[in-house]
């Protein structure tokens, strides 16, 4: 239940795992509906969303589901609960240069910069563990509840990208040069065990890694 102060119809009310609760949720800002008008030209209308993207658009994307939930009546007023959830819950920026490379090539870019660097991508994967209490006041007319949650974590991921850029130049005798010019860091965290099972969801314990590099890349393209 995502409101604590609700009370199921039932004295006794079991949740199977999985089954009880389940849900998906996608948010993005990167292109609007109007893509895919019926009365619009679709490669004008998605060049045009992809001229117009910022550093600031987004996607998110999370998965939720029960693993236990149960609750009982404690007489006519009260409502117990307690229970465990999993959630997985990702986040990222994709650089407007990076969507015009996608679309377009680097053929409109030779002699210029494309900076990729606002790419990042972010994600958590943790299970809670709930308990909580309903109780009704002024016969049934105002109901209060409150939950209290325990998290564990399980895995995690950040990026911290410092540079990610590509150059297209013209070159003689060749005809162009690309230079992929990155570097950065990414974060880790996640469950130490390699014999991980089920007993350790209710584990806080995690093991924490950090990979920073810096690279960078060159190539000529021929005749």
Not at 51 to 63: A, F, G, R
Not at 179 to 191: F, K
């Amino acid at each position: 239940m995502i409101n604590p102060a609700l009370r199921p119809d039932a004295e006794v009310t079991v949740g199977l795992p999985g089954i009880s609760s389940a849900g998906a949720f996608f948010n993005q800002s990167l292109f609007s509906l109007s893509l895919f008008d019926k009365d619009s030209d679709f490669q004008t209308e998605f060049e045009g969303q992809v001229d117009d993207l910022t550093v600031d658009d987004y996607i998110q994307t999370s998965v939720d589901y029960d693993l236990l939930f149960v609750g009982f009546g404690l007489g006519e007023t009260g409502y117990l609960t307690f229970g465990a959830s999993y959630r997985m819950a990702q986040a990222g920026k994709i650089a407007p240069d990076l969507f015009k490379f996608l679309a377009y090539g680097n053929a409109p870019y030779v002699g210029t910069t494309l900076d990729w660097s606002p790419t990042e991508i972010q994600g958590h994967h943790y299970a809670f563990y709930h308990i909580g209490y309903s109780h009704a006041f002024l016969e049934e007319r105002l109901r209060v509840g409150a939950r209290v949650k325990f998290i564990s974590g399980l895995g995690a991921i950040q990026t911290e990208i410092d540079q990610l850029s590509v150059l297209t130049e013209t070159s003689s005798p060749n005809p162009y040069v690309v230079t992929l010019m990155a570097g950065g860091a990414i974060n880790m965290a996640g469950i130490p065990d390699d014999d991980f099972s089920a007993g350790d969801l209710v584990r806080s314990g995690y093991n924490f890694f950090k990979l920073r590099g810096r690279a960078r890349f060159r190539c000529t393209v021929l005749h």
